[in-house]
């Protein structure tokens, strides 16, 4: 059967090949706290529709079509459940979400979505080889299973191009644009000023573009009718859109159940539901039913909590540090509690913080063969070590590095004899290797976190007065995201300030002979 196709018009489709790789020099950040101290940025900012204006603070991205069918009809024509108090409301920074127009009870089911609603790619699931999808399915198979977000983002624009779509009425209010960093200028890029998340927007980028140049190469040999995008070029613009629109709105749910009982994840778009914007105390939840026989599928969106008129239903979208919402989503959360700082777990470094922190030669660089068999069962060293550590978050220090500091800072190794490494990790108030150990502990995290803010170009202050200016958007999310990165790294410091203030009024002085 020869499929009708809609062009790939506009927003994320430009014809043009003018791909501009945005070659920057990342200068300001040494080698302990990034994976790449100069990094090269690709930037897919040159493929960016001139229409489009999306940003985090306020500006909305317009949909597709300008005024794309009622949603929430299609859902009930096609089967689904859709509660009458469920409408669709302009949020003032969120885009686009569901509020309540009634008080909702707890537990009330709000929408229901019967198995053929969902956008999932079933051919890849079933790893088929069949009819059109064949060349799709070669085409996802090539794409790394971290950035699975592109495979079903492979179908999302199969089915964009295809007039008929049973998808359309859903794919016609997708966002135009997305707010994420692949698509940021190389300038805005460099205002993040925070190294990982600059490695993975590179990584991104780079894998865009060379995608773009397989996808050309593969459908060069392809008939028109086995053409899975009906004799249309893609171009890394467009698989940028696609894998932007998955990642910031796809659910991994339960699929079919494996052999082993497990379940296998299974990515897929959930109309309607995927109105729903992010809170960390959400007041719904998506709850999976599985028929009988383990083949079909409903999805529901049930109330979690009582829900007053006019109030937003918001889902958890995971407990993700700003990084992951940034790339994925586009946003940034303020006082994110999961936000954290990534470090490489470095002797020269430490050795330095610790010299900053007044202990007197420590040993980070050449640890004793007990604190080496230590270090390697932290996994800090040895051949398959990772040396990512982090600051931040719900752990506030990384338990392996805390681990790390205090057996490598402990004066009198026999202390070490007998270790408990559950109790090297944890920030409890206890202090296993004693009071003296751990205010040196304290103090070299400390003195981490000053060296780690001086790595930042600017200040908060600087960042903020830039914000009452005026910004793009993007260059307004790059500088909250960095204001972000550097308050986690300040509240570090204030709990180990009030730690050692503590620890200090606990140590004993010696007695005088
Ligand atoms: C699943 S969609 C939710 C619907 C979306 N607002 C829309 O207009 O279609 C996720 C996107 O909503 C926005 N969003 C959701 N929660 C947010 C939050 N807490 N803060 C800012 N933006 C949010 C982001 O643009 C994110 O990529």
Redesign the pocket.
Known sequence: MLREERKLGRNGFITSSHTEMAVNRWETCSSWTMAASKAIMASLTHLRPLTCAAS?SGS?PSRIVPQPPDLIKWVRKEGGFVHRAVTIAQ?D?????LVASEEIPRGTDLIALPDHIPLRFRSLELDGENGLDSALVNLAHRVPEELWAMRLGLKLLQERAEIGSFWWPYISN??ET??VPIFFSGEDIKNLQYAPLLHQVNKRCRFLLDFEKEVKHFLENLKQDDHPFGGQEVHASSLGWAMSAVS??AFRLYGKKLPDGNHKNIAMMLPLI??????FTPNVQIVQEQDADNVKMQVKVVAETEIKQDDPFLLN?GCLNNDLFLLD???V?PSNPYDCIELKYDGALLDAASKAAGVDSPNFSAPTPLQQQILSQLNLAGEASDLKVSLGGREIVDGRLLAALRVILASNTETLQNYDLNSLKSLSPEAPLGVANELAASRTIIALCVIALGHFPTKIMEDESLLNQRASGSTELAIQFRIQKKSVIIDVMRHLTRRVKLLSSKETVPAEG
């Not at 920074?93 to 979400?97: E, R, S």
């Not at 995927?274 to 809170?279: A, F, G, I, P």
């Open positions: 985090a909305y949020d920074t969120k885009g686009l979400g997708l966002p997305y707010s910031s709105r995927d109105m729903c914007n992010h809170s979208y989503y586009g946003f959360i």
